[in-house]
């Protein structure tokens, strides 16, 4: 079935570093959505991306996604202690909206 | 706007018993969606209602699970004779249509 693979895992930077996570699907997607979830909470719809080589920016976040419309990245420029939690990207298997979810990217910022 | 509604937020409960969760939508939303999620991992679609009817159930979803939307707006998740690995955080979020999904806050359930 669709896999979705987000690396790295886990990422502990120092403010004011940057910061990326990369998403690759085992499919062709329609679009991809980033979500963020911090820690306790839920997630939370960032942005949708549906153009083969689209890129997107919300203040220091670039969101990109690939020209085969298979992967995707996010990029945070500057990180703050606001920026801490898990970053998912996920992909809809069908019309239907289904979201098959990566397995996030943990980010932790040390002040 | 109030957001999706979880309820309960905890839920602790023994091997063996019946569980039963509610989620209710944004509104305007004609979609909803149930996800589990363990610790570490994304969230894994569970099935999805479009009003009433229920459109797809994950092939993971054993039946001991069961889903309800009687009247297109609240939904019910119960699950029949718990057992250890149900242990997760019961995601819901609903949608216009394939717009993006607002997620609810959860809930936890905690087996004994």
């Known amino acids: 079935g669709q896999q979705v693979m987000q690396i790295p895992q886990y990422q502990h930077v120092q403010e004011g570093e940057d910061f990326t996570t990369y998403c690759n699907s085992s499919t062709t997607l329609s679009n991809i959505q980033w979500y963020k979830q911090r820690p306790g909470g839920h997630p939370v719809f960032l942005i949708q991306?549906?153009?083969?080589?689209e890129v997107k920016k919300q203040k220091r976040l670039t969101f990109q996604f690939g020209e085969a419309k298979k992967n995707s990245s996010l990029h945070i420029t500057a990180t703050q202690t606001t920026d801490v939690g898990t970053y998912f990207c996920?992909?809809?298997?069908?019309?239907?909206?289904?979201?098959?979810f990566g397995q996030g990217t943990e980010l932790s910022v040390k002040p | 706007d109030t957001g999706v509604s979880q309820d309960p937020r905890h839920k602790i409960t023994k091997r063996g018993q019946n569980v039963t969760f509610r989620c209710d939508p944004i509104?305007?939303?004609?979609?909803l969606y149930w996800y589990r999620q363990t610790l570490g991992q994304g969230p894994e679609f569970l099935t999805y209602f479009q009003n009433e009817a229920q459109l797809e159930k994950s092939r993971l979803l054993s039946d001991r699970f069961s889903a309800e939307r009687p009247k297109g707006s609240f939904s019910t998740l119960e699950i029949q004779r718990t057992e250890q690995g149900d242990s997760a955080m019961y995601l819901c979020?609903?949608?216009?249509?394939?717009?993006?999904?607002?997620f609810g806050d959860g809930t936890r359930l905690s087996i004994l």
């Open positions: 991306l549906v153009k083969s080589g």
């Open positions: 996920a992909g809809p298997q069908n019309q239907g909206g289904k979201l098959i």
């Open positions: 979020a609903s949608s216009w249509l394939n717009q993006p999904q607002h």
């Open positions: 509104s305007e939303h004609n979609r």
